[in-house]
């Protein structure tokens, strides 16, 4: 199993609709929690930190939930320009390296 | 433009040769960061550094793969004797550790492209 998994996908939706994406990590001991989106052939670029107490960024919204170990992606009104991949991340320990899923492809349809 | 850069943005090079990238982090960023990414996947941690010590490598960074960053602020990533399957993105980062360990996210470079012929 891998330490982290998302959603295959891809999520296919109308321009308008909510999203949400799910994330698991398998390492009790995991600290940092981030969304990433990443275009097509670009670098990956935070999207957002998740906290414990779950955070709101404009249409985004995160969730951590760490008894059952995962992080949600919530998107309101979604745009064509949140077609991405969107990258779940976990930093395993505090100092350690940051491990990446294998992201959720999203395309909003017109 | 103050954020991370990398060089080349591409490389193509035939299989045996050896190749060598370079990374400059973010200047106040006290670790820096080498991914691999293939198509399709998320980013494959390599190697880390904090400050000029090699911290931690992963078990994907084979004999062939040296990493440095000798004064601490720039990085280079080199291959040797290159494979068909070391073709991918090599992706490097930063981000800055407090003295209490918490761990602010990381930023990325463009990248570097390898083609292996």
């Known amino acids: 199993r891998k330490e982290v998994e998302q959603d295959p996908g891809p999520f296919n939706v109308p321009e308008g609709a909510t999203v949400a994406f799910n994330c698991t990590y398998s390492?009790?001991?995991?600290?940092?929690f981030f969304w990433y989106r990443q275009d097509c052939r670009k670098e990956p670029k935070l999207l957002m930190s998740?906290?414990?107490s779950g955070n709101e960024d404009g249409r985004f919204t995160a969730q951590l939930n760490r008894a059952s170990q995962y992080i949600s992606l919530l998107i309101r009104d979604s745009k064509l320009s949140d077609s991405a991949t969107y990258l779940c991340?976990?930093?395993?320990?505090?100092?350690?390296?940051?491990?990446f899923g294998p992201g959720t492809r999203l395309s909003v349809l017109p | 433009d103050t954020g991370v850069s990398q060089n080349p943005r591409h490389k193509i090079t035939k299989r045996g040769q050896n190749v060598t990238f370079r990374c400059d982090p973010i200047?106040?960023?006290?670790?820096l960061y080498w991914y691999r990414q293939t198509l399709g996947q998320g980013p494959e941690f390599l190697t880390y550094?904090?400050?000029?010590?090699?911290?931690?490598k992963s078990r994907l960074l084979s004999d062939r793969f040296s990493a440095e960053r000798p004064k601490g602020s720039f990085s280079t990533l080199e291959i040797q004797r290159t494979e068909q399957g070391d073709s991918a993105m090599y992706l490097c980062?930063?981000?800055?550790?407090?003295?209490?360990?918490?761990?602010?996210?990381?930023?990325f470079g463009d990248g570097t492209r390898l083609s292996i012929l």
């Open positions: 991340v976990v930093n395993r320990d505090y100092g350690q390296n940051f491990v």
């Open positions: 980062a930063s981000s800055f550790t407090g003295l209490d360990s918490s761990n602010q996210p990381q930023h």
């Open positions: 998740v906290y414990s």
């Open positions: 200047s106040e960023h006290n670790r």
């Open positions: 550094f904090q400050n000029e010590a090699q911290l931690e």
């Open positions: 390492n009790s001991a995991s600290q940092s």
